[in-house]
C-alpha cells in the first residue's frame, strides 16, 4: 500500500536539515550571546490558552488544531500549540514569575490550518521573548537581535513594516464604536481587512477621512517622525506617546542603516500586541514580526509585566541562505574498510578516528568512495593502507597511531 | 457511485412534507418519498438515472460531503455544523429552499446572563447543544475566555441553568419555545439544497436542478428579526441545587416504557413521565431527589461532569463513553437487565466474509467505511482488528440502511436480528451484550445525607431489577 504524507505537511530531508540547524545554530549563538536562555514547551497546550480576549483573533482561533483529549470529557479542548509567544508567557507564569526580567528563546513547531493544503500547516520558528524589560530599549534590543541573526545568515534587502498597536486603539477609539465595535474591527485590521472599516457608518463623519487614511497608510518613510508627530499631536495628542516610541524605534533602525516603512495596519491575527508591532520583510516576502504585549502575562494571570517579542520564520529562512557559503569548514571524512574476520578492528580504528576529530564510518557495502577523502584498508599484511582519493596516493601504517601521524603529516 | 447515476439524499422528519411537495412540482417522479413512507430507498419513475435515499436530516451533509451522494437537502443548520469544522470539505450549498425556515440561538436560563456578562466571568462557560461546531465557533467569536462545549444527542433546552449555562437551540423567530431567554441569534434556518463540489463538476448537476429552482413557491416576504431580548414565553422554577440533593437523570425517547416499568416495580413513583407533553422536569416521590428527562446518550458525560449523581442509560452508551474518555470516573452501579441488545459487526450479505479477520485482512483501493451510532466503539473496535484503512462514518439512526451503498461495515445495536436480516445484512462479530444500566460516578460524595440517598436508590432498583 501507498503511505502517503498527510496533506499539508512537508519533510525535511538532509539537505533540508543542514539549512535548518544552521539557522538554528545562528539563531541560538547570537541568543545566547545576548543573554537569553534556550526552553521548550510542549506541543499540546489547553485551548482556553488561546481563546481569552487579547490573545489570539477569531479569525486565527477558527484555523487552530483542537481536540479533546483521552480524559478530556469536561470538554477542556487541548490545542496543537497555534503559536509561539502565549505558551512561552504560561511557562514564564508557572515557573518563574519571581524573576524580573526573563530572556528566552525557543525554536518550536507551530499548527494553524490551511485550507489548500499548498502551504505547510505546520511551521517552525525561531522566537525570542523579553519579559520584564520596557519600551524603547527592550524593543530595540530585539531588533537588534533579529537583524544580527540575518546579518549571521548573510541574508541582505531586510526592510522593516513598523505599526503600533496603540495608536491602532486610539484611533478606533476616536470613531465612536462602542468597545465591542473596537474589539472587533481591532480584529478585522489585524487580520488584514481593511474594507470592514469602509463599511462602518461612523459618528464622527468629520474624522472619518483623517483617520481611515491613517490607517490605511502604508509606505511612508523616515519622515513619519517629523510630518506624522505633527499631524497626530494636533488632532489625536492621546497618541503622542505611541508616536515618541514608535519615533524613537525609528531613529534607531536609522542609526543601525535598516530601511524600514510605516505600514499602521500590520498584526496579522495576533490581538495580544499591544505596543510597537514590526514585521521583517525580505522583499514581499514576511520572514518575521513581533511586538509588545504588555497585557498579556497580566491577562493570563500572571503578574503585570512588560513584555515583547519576535519570532523568525524558519523555512522561509531556508529558502533565502546558501548552505555552502554559511557551513563550517568539516574535518575530513574516511571510509574504513575492513576484512571479513576484522570488523571489530574497524569500528575501533572509526572510534580512534573519531576521537582525534576526523569524520569515520565503516564500509556497509554500499558507500562511494569518491564521497571520502581518505579510505583506511584493515588487512594482515600490509596492516593498515591509508588512500588519500585526492593525490591518488597509499602509504602503509602498522598501528592506529602511526595512521593517525600519517593522516597528520 | 456510477458516472450517470445521481442520488439525492432527503431528509426524513420536519421537512419532509415541504420537500416531498417540491419534488412532484419539480417532475422528479420520486413518488415513493411523502408522510406516509417506510422506504429508504427511492427509484425515480421519471428520470431513470434518478434515486433518492432517506436520512435523518443530520446524516445528509456528512453524506453529501464525502461523496455517497450528489445531492442533499436538510437544513441550513446541519450544513453549518459541518462547515464550522471542515471548511473546506466538498460540500457546497447550492440554493435556499426557503421553507423549514427557524433560527439557532444561544440561550441562558431567563434572566441568567447577557454577552457581556459571560464575557467577563472569570469561570468556565458551558455550552450543551446538538451542534457542538457551531457552539465551539459562537464561543471563539464572542471571545469567551474559558468554555467547555457538551455535545448533546438532544434536549439541549433542559441543561440550563443547573448543567450548563449556556445551550445553544433551534428556534421559529416568532416563538421561542422553551423557557429560555435567547441571549444571541447564532444563525437563520432553512431548507437548503446542497451537492458535492466534485459531482456537480463532473456531472453537470446544474442542469439537473434547473427544474427544482422553477418549482420554488415564489419568495415570501421574509419575516423580520424579532428583537432579541424577548420574556420567556412559560416562566419555570428551576429546582435549587442543594448538596444534599439527588440529581437522577431518566432516559427520553423508546428507553422510557420500560424504566417506567422499572421505577413502578422499585415503588418510585413520579408525576408525568413518559410525558405527553415533552415534560423534562417530571416530580418524583421522594425527598432530596431531583429528576430530569435527558437523552441516554447523554448521561455519561454529564455524570462524569457532575451534573448528574445517577442516571438510568444503557451499557452501550457507557462503553461508548469510556471508549472515547478511558479514565472516566463513571461507571456502572446496578445491572438493570431491562432493554437487552447485542452490539455487533454487520457487514452485507453480498459480501464474501465470515468472520472480522476476512475483513482485516482483504486489499482494499479505498479505506472501509465504518458507519455508527457508537463512533468511539467503532473506532476502536477497528484499531483492535487493525482495519487498515478505515473511515469513520457517524450516523443518527437508522444504520442498517446504510449497507452496502453508503458503508462496508456498520457497528450496530439488535434486540432480534430481524430488522438486519430484513435488509440482507450478516452478523460477522458480537462485540458485547447491552442492558439498561444504573450509572454513578467514582468520585466521593462529600455529604452524608446525600450517600445515604443514593445509596436507597442504588438498592432499590436494584432489588427491582433482580425480580425481573
Known amino acids: 500500500m501507498k503511505i502517503q504524507r498527510s496533506k499539508g505537511t512537508r519533510d525535511l530531508s538532509p539537505q533540508d536539515m543542514v539549512s535548518f540547524r544552521l539557522i538554528e545554530s545562528a539563531f541560538r549563538q547570537c541568543c545566547l550571546k545576548w543573554g537569553y536562555q534556550e526552553v521548550k514547551t510542549p506541543t499540546l497546550e489547553y485551548l482556553h490558552l488561546f481563546t481569552a480576549t487579547g490573545t489570539l483573533t477569531p479569525s486565527m482561533l477558527s484555523k487552530v488544531?483542537?481536540?479533546?483529549?483521552?480524559?478530556?470529557?469536561?470538554?477542556?479542548?487541548?490545542?496543537?500549540?497555534?503559536?509561539?509567544?502565549?505558551?512561552?508567557?504560561?511557562?514564564?507564569?508557572?515557573?518563574?514569575?519571581?524573576?524580573?526580567?526573563?530572556?528566552?528563546?525557543?525554536?518550536?513547531?507551530?499548527?494553524?490550518?490551511?485550507?489548500?493544503?499548498?502551504?505547510?500547516?505546520?511551521?517552525?520558528?525561531c522566537g525570542a521573548e523579553l519579559i520584564g524589560a520596557r519600551p524603547p530599549l527592550a524593543d530595540i534590543e530585539l531588533v537588534t537581535l533579529a537583524l544580527e541573526v540575518l546579518r549571521e545568515l548573510k541574508i541582505e534587502g531586510i526592510e522593516l513594516r513598523v505599526s503600533h498597536a496603540g495608536l491602532i486603539k486610539a484611533l478606533l477609539a476616536r470613531l465612536g464604536?462602542?468597545?465591542?465595535?473596537?474589539?472587533?474591527?481591532?480584529?478585522?485590521?489585524?487580520?488584514?481587512?481593511?474594507?470592514?472599516?469602509?463599511?462602518?457608518?461612523?459618528?464622527?463623519?468629520?474624522?472619518?477621512?483623517?483617520?481611515?487614511?491613517?490607517?490605511?497608510?502604508?509606505?511612508?518613510?523616515?519622515?513619519?517622525?517629523?510630518?506624522?508627530?505633527?499631524?497626530?499631536?494636533?488632532?489625536?495628542?492621546?497618541?503622542?506617546?505611541?508616536?515618541?516610541?514608535?519615533?524613537?524605534?525609528?531613529?534607531?533602525?536609522?542609526?543601525?542603516?535598516?530601511?524600514?516603512?510605516?505600514?499602521?495596519?500590520?498584526?496579522?491575527?495576533?490581538?495580544?500586541?499591544?505596543?510597537?508591532?514590526?514585521?521583517?520583510?525580505?522583499?514581499?516576502?514576511?520572514?518575521?514580526?513581533?511586538?509588545?504585549?504588555?497585557?498579556?502575562?497580566?491577562?493570563?494571570?500572571?503578574?503585570?509585566?512588560?513584555?515583547?517579542?519576535?519570532?523568525?520564520?524558519?523555512?522561509?529562512?531556508?529558502?533565502?541562505?546558501?548552505?555552502?557559503?554559511?557551513?563550517?569548514?568539516?574535518?575530513?571524512?574516511?571510509?574504513?574498510?575492513?576484512?571479513?574476520?576484522?570488523?571489530?578492528?574497524?569500528?575501533?580504528?572509526?572510534?580512534?578516528?573519531?576521537k582525534a576529530g576526523y569524520r569515520a564510518e565503516c564500509y556497509l557495502g554500499a558507500q562511494k568512495e569518491a564521497d571520502f577523502d581518505w579510505t583506511v584498508d584493515i588487512k594482515d599484511k600490509p596492516k593498515l593502507t591509508l588512500t588519500d582519493r585526492a593525490k591518488k596516493q597509499k602509504v602503509t601504517a602498522k598501528t592506529v597511531d602511526g595512521l593517525l601521524a600519517l593522516l597528520k603529516g | 457511485m456510477k458516472a450517470n447515476n445521481i442520488k439525492i439524499a432527503l431528509p426524513k422528519g420536519r421537512l419532509l412534507g415541504e420537500t416531498s411537495t417540491l419534488l412532484q412540482r419539480a417532475g422528479w417522479g420520486l413518488d415513493g418519498y411523502h408522510e406516509q413512507t417506510r422506504l429508504y430507498h427511492i427509484e425515480s419513475k421519471t428520470l431513470p438515472h434518478l434515486s433518492g435515499r432517506v436520512f435523518h436530516e443530520k446524516d445528509i451533509p456528512i453524506q453529501v460531503a464525502i461523496g455517497n451522494y450528489d445531492l442533499g437537502i436538510c437544513g441550513s443548520d446541519w450544513i453549518e455544523e459541518l462547515l464550522a469544522k471542515y471548511p473546506s470539505s466538498d460540500l457546497m450549498k447550492v440554493k435556499n429552499?426557503?421553507?423549514?425556515?427557524?433560527?439557532?440561538?444561544?440561550?441562558?436560563?431567563?434572566?441568567?446572563?447577557?454577552?457581556?456578562?459571560?464575557?467577563?466571568?472569570?469561570?468556565?462557560?458551558?455550552?450543551?447543544?446538538?451542534?457542538?461546531?457551531?457552539?465551539?465557533?459562537?464561543?471563539?467569536?464572542?471571545?469567551?475566555?474559558?468554555?467547555?462545549?457538551?455535545?448533546?444527542?438532544?434536549?439541549?433546552?433542559?441543561?440550563?441553568?443547573?448543567?450548563?449555562?449556556?445551550?445553544?437551540?433551534?428556534?421559529?423567530?416568532?416563538?421561542?419555545?422553551?423557557?429560555?431567554?435567547?441571549?444571541?441569534?447564532?444563525?437563520?434556518?432553512?431548507?437548503?439544497?446542497?451537492?458535492?463540489?466534485?459531482?456537480?463538476?463532473?456531472?453537470?448537476?446544474?442542469k439537473m436542478v434547473a427544474p427544482i429552482e422553477k418549482a420554488l413557491i415564489p419568495e415570501k416576504a421574509a419575516p423580520k428579526a424579532k428583537a432579541e431580548k424577548r420574556q420567556p414565553t412559560k416562566a419555570v422554577q428551576h429546582p435549587k441545587v442543594d448538596k444534599d440533593v439527588v440529581r437522577l437523570a431518566l432516559p427520553d425517547g423508546h428507553q422510557q416504557a420500560h424504566t417506567r416499568k422499572l421505577l413502578d416495580r422499585a415503588g418510585i413513583r413520579l408525576d408525568d413521565y413518559p410525558s405527553e407533553k415533552d415534560n423534562r422536569r417530571p416530580n418524583i416521590d421522594r425527598e432530596g431527589v431531583s429528576v430530569k428527562v435527558i437523552r441516554p446518550q447523554d448521561m455519561p458525560l454529564q455524570v462524569a461532569n457532575d451534573n448528574f449523581d445517577l442516571a438510568i442509560t444503557?451499557?452501550?452508551?457507557?462503553?461508548?463513553?469510556?471508549?472515547?474518555?478511558?479514565?472516566?470516573?463513571?461507571?456502572?452501579?446496578?445491572?438493570?437487565?431491562?432493554?437487552?441488545?447485542?452490539?455487533?459487526?454487520?457487514?452485507?450479505?453480498?459480501?464474501?466474509?465470515?468472520?472480522?479477520?476476512?475483513?482485516?485482512?482483504?486489499?482494499?483501493?479505498?479505506?472501509?467505511?465504518?458507519?455508527?451510532?457508537?463512533?468511539?466503539?467503532?473506532?476502536?473496535?477497528?484499531?483492535?482488528?487493525?482495519?487498515?484503512?478505515?473511515?469513520?462514518?457517524?450516523?443518527?439512526?437508522?444504520?442498517?440502511?446504510?449497507?452496502?451503498?453508503?458503508?462496508?461495515?456498520?457497528?450496530?445495536?439488535?434486540?432480534?436480528?430481524?430488522?438486519?436480516?430484513?435488509?440482507?445484512?450478516?452478523?460477522?462479530?458480537?462485540?458485547?451484550?447491552?442492558?439498561?444500566?444504573?450509572?454513578?460516578?467514582?468520585?466521593?460524595?462529600?455529604?452524608?445525607?446525600?450517600?445515604?440517598?443514593?445509596?436507597?436508590?442504588?438498592?432499590?432498583?436494584?432489588?427491582?431489577?433482580?425480580?425481573?
Open chain 1, 177 to 354: 464604536l462602542s468597545a465591542e465595535e473596537q474589539t472587533r474591527m481591532f480584529d478585522q485590521i489585524l487580520d488584514g481587512d481593511m474594507k470592514a472599516l469602509d463599511k462602518l457608518k461612523l459618528k464622527r463623519p468629520e474624522l472619518e477621512k483623517t483617520l481611515s487614511s491613517l490607517l490605511k497608510m502604508k509606505g511612508k518613510p523616515s519622515g513619519f517622525s517629523k510630518e506624522l508627530k505633527e499631524l497626530f499631536t494636533e488632532e489625536l495628542p492621546e497618541c503622542k506617546p505611541y508616536i515618541d516610541n514608535c519615533a524613537k524605534i525609528a531613529e534607531s533602525l536609522e542609526a543601525m542603516g535598516c530601511k524600514y516603512q510605516i505600514d499602521i495596519a500590520s498584526g496579522r491575527g495576533f490581538e495580544y500586541y499591544t505596543g510597537v508591532i514590526f514585521q521583517i520583510f525580505k522583499g514581499e516576502e514576511k520572514i518575521g514580526g513581533g511586538g509588545r504585549y504588555d497585557a498579556l502575562i497580566p491577562s493570563m494571570g500572571g503578574k503585570d509585566v512588560p513584555a515583547s517579542g519576535f519570532a523568525l520564520y524558519l523555512e522561509r529562512l531556508m529558502a533565502l541562505i546558501k548552505p555552502k557559503a554559511l557551513a563550517e569548514p568539516q574535518p575530513p571524512r574516511i571510509l574504513v574498510r575492513a576484512d571479513g574476520g576484522k570488523i571489530r578492528e574497524g569500528f575501533d580504528i572509526a572510534n580512534r578516528l573519531h
Open chain 1, 65 to 125: 488544531y483542537s481536540f479533546l483529549d483521552w480524559d478530556g470529557w469536561s470538554g477542556e479542548r487541548v490545542v496543537l500549540r497555534p503559536d509561539g509567544t502565549i505558551p512561552i508567557s504560561r511557562l514564564y507564569i508557572d515557573s518563574m514569575a519571581k524573576e524580573k526580567l526573563a530572556k528566552l528563546f525557543y525554536v518550536a513547531n507551530i499548527f494553524m490550518f490551511e485550507a489548500t493544503g499548498k502551504k505547510s500547516r505546520e511551521r517552525w520558528q
Open chain 2, 314 to 468: 444503557g451499557r452501550d452508551w457507557l462503553t461508548e463513553h469510556l471508549c472515547q474518555f478511558p479514565s472516566s470516573p463513571v461507571k456502572e452501579l446496578a445491572n438493570l437487565k431491562l432493554g437487552r441488545v447485542k452490539v455487533v459487526a454487520v457487514v452485507s450479505q453480498n459480501m464474501n466474509i465470515a468472520d472480522i479477520r476476512d475483513l482485516s485482512e482483504s486489499e482494499r483501493a479505498l479505506p472501509l467505511r465504518v458507519a455508527s451510532e457508537y463512533i468511539n466503539i467503532a473506532d476502536r473496535y477497528a484499531r483492535d482488528n487493525r482495519l487498515n484503512r478505515y473511515r469513520l462514518i457517524p450516523t443518527w439512526g437508522a444504520t442498517e440502511a446504510f449497507l452496502p451503498e453508503d458503508a462496508d461495515l456498520l457497528i450496530e445495536n439488535t434486540e432480534t436480528g430481524r430488522t438486519l436480516a430484513q435488509h440482507k445484512l450478516k452478523i460477522i462479530d458480537t462485540l458485547f451484550e447491552s442492558t439498561a444500566c444504573l450509572i454513578g460516578s467514582a468520585k466521593r460524595v462529600a455529604s452524608p445525607l446525600k450517600k445515604e440517598r443514593m445509596e436507597s436508590i442504588i438498592q432499590t432498583l436494584r432489588m427491582a431489577a433482580e425480580e425481573i
Open chain 2, 97 to 206: 429552499l426557503k421553507y423549514g425556515e427557524g433560527a439557532l440561538y444561544a440561550a441562558s436560563a431567563a434572566g441568567k446572563a447577557t454577552v457581556e456578562s459571560l464575557r467577563a466571568s472569570p469561570g468556565t462557560i458551558r455550552i450543551a447543544s446538538e451542534y457542538p461546531n457551531l457552539a465551539e465557533s459562537f464561543a471563539i467569536n464572542m471571545q469567551l475566555r474559558h468554555f467547555s462545549v457538551f455535545p448533546l444527542w438532544g434536549g439541549a433546552e433542559v441543561y440550563p441553568p443547573e448543567s450548563a449555562d449556556l445551550a445553544l437551540v433551534g428556534g421559529a423567530d416568532d416563538d421561542f419555545p422553551f423557557s429560555l431567554a435567547p441571549i444571541s441569534r447564532v444563525l437563520g434556518v432553512s431548507a437548503f439544497l446542497i451537492a458535492n463540489r466534485r459531482s456537480w463538476k463532473a456531472k453537470g448537476l446544474d
